[in-house]
């Protein structure tokens, strides 16, 4: 009775029903039920591929809110014989579309790797280039993932060398991508540099999705940032919020914290409500609306407000409490890390700029540090010529030099009378002649 009803109509009903509180185990069970009846329409199996990617979407939203990972891995097998008999290049954008959707499961980087293993082996096997590339693209970037940057290099290598031979710069620009963030990773920046600028070479010569443009933007951003480029770092990183926001890929708010965090480190941290208040209007009115309300954004305002008000008490505070929110971000771990010692270096400073020679637990006592810490700083500010002092251990007193700038007018005086000198002995020798 039900197969008579047309296949949209029912499509529809499943996910769409009049009942809203239908178990999401039960949607799952009856798109099951339709992603088989379309694979064992034996007369009609490559006609009905547009049909089976539409139920396979759905299908794959389900399992993504069960967060059951091992329904992924059953439906991949139970998919093997059906991906033999539709066209190579359609198998290969499903079987990639599976395994994007299991990586939206948090907690299953370990199954991710093992599932693009087992099915890299079956495209062998199988003889199916297209999808063992596309495969072992997705593991290379799950191994980023997991820090296993070297098993990553090792892939992307080989397989640049391969996607050179046939030209295919499509691919390319996500392995080159995904090559650049590895390196990044691995703290090699020159090669990462290099790996973008291939990736974007290639962007040059064909068209490339938004979404992909926007991952290109991004990482450009943060490398710029790493050079301590703020301004045009900053510039990219609106380029990608836009192709995120538009697309309505949570990436967007990655693109938003790290503008954010340049805006901060280039000090022009005041300007960063204003940023986050035109960026959440955008993503209100965006056809794809994101959750704008994020605790990460939230942890880059109170950063903001803490470095404009140079407060290092205020970010030490701030970075207690978001701890969390932090350490999920290396980028915005190690340039905030980067911050701290700024914002140390010029509190210490104001500090000890009225004293010739001070002591060291008078030190630590006004900026509310060890002392053992405050002296490690000294030593570090001395040795990069920030501080012209010394410290005296034994007494635990620094001695500050004076500086330069105050000895100007004395050195411009000697300057002078130098001058007048030579003057005063050119006239001389004038007179001796004359006489």
Known sequence: MDNEIPFVERLGNIVDPKDPNVPLTQRAALLEDLIDEVIQDGAHIEERVGDFEQVLNHLLETYVQLANSEKFATLLDHLAEYFTKIPKARTAKLVRIIIQALRKVPGTLEIQADLCQKWITWAKDQERTLLRQRLETELSEILLEQHKYNEAIEILQRLTAELRKVDHKSQLIEVHLIESRTFRGLGDFSRAKASLTAARTNAAAVYTAPLLQGQLDLESGILFNDDGDYRTASSYFAEAFDAFANAGDPLALDALKYRLLCRILDGKASECPAIEAAAAIFLQNSKNAIVQKNTQIETMLEIARASEAKSLHDLLDVIKKRKDDLNADPVVASNVKNL????????????????????????????????????????????????????????????????????????????????????????????????
């Open 340 to 435: 701290i010692n700024s914002l140390e270096e010029q509190h210490l400073l104001r500090i000890v700029k009225p004293y010739s020679a001070v002591q060291l637990s008078r030190i630590a006592e006004l900026i509310h540090l060890d002392v053992e810490q405050v002296e490690a700083k000294l030593v570090q500010m001395i040795l990069d010529q920030k501080l012209k002092a010394s410290i005296n251990q034994a007494d635990g007193i620094l001695n500050i030099f004076e500086d330069e700038e105050a000895n100007e007018i004395l050195t411009e005086s000697i300057d002078l009378i130098e001058n007048m000198d030579g003057v005063v002995d050119a006239l001389y020798n004038r007179c001796k002649l004359m006489n």
